[in-house]
């Protein structure tokens, strides 16, 4: 449909279809968050408003501010439901390095998603979370189930359903598999965050291979550790 201004043809907007208060806050929320990503910055409620297809004083029926809307989007993009529902997912007859990628790359895009969030809101540190029992539950965030103060179980669940990726290849390492996890989601950190990378963002693959096999051949690996014992048995150098 288009509609003509002074001799000018312009499209007109498209207005979105009626919705229950519940799932219209719901969509604001994601409208929100897709726009601080890809502007960069906060939006205007105008832009909001634009990009979800209603007008602008739809958003304040169902928020009374944009600063309710603003603290609403950050709880629900922080929320961990949904990565803890990707890790459980994840297929568990697969190898362990496939595991161990799938799992770095659920990670990385998280903590990608983090970043540029924070960045856009001016935020220096993570919303304080609270339990979120529901919503890990649900498998998604739900508005309502996130308290103002940190709570030590908050991660639980998410830290259970990560540990469970190695519960049967204990005997295969070197290491107890949460420092296995724990190296990764240091690496996936760092190695994801293009000011601490340099620029060079390391991939899933990468990531697990590094923590995994090292960076130093396999052959040389055994030479070296054969030396190694030969030292030990005969510490004096040979003439």
Known sequence: ???????????????????????????????????????????????????AGVAEGTIFRVFPTKEVLEKEAVQAAFCPAPVRRRISAIDPEGSLRDRLVDFARIMQLRFTEVFGLMGALGLTQPPNRGPHDACYEAGRHLRGHADDEEHEAAHQPLLEAIHGLLVHDEDHLLVPGTDVIHRIRLLTFSGSHPGIADGRVLTPEEIVDTVLYGVVRRDDCSRTDRRDRLAQRDPEPRP
Do not use: C, N, Y
């Not at 449909?1 to 979105?16: D, I, K, L, N, Y």
């Not at 969509?27 to 105008?46: D, M, N, W």
């Open 1 to 51: 449909m288009t509609t003509r201004v002074e001799g000018a043809v312009r499209p007109t907007q498209r207005r979105a279809a009626p919705m229950d208060p519940d799932d219209r806050r719901d969509a604001l929320i994601e409208v929100f968050v897709r726009l601080a990503h890809r502007e960069g910055r906060k939006p205007t409620t105008s832009e909001i408003a634009q990009e």
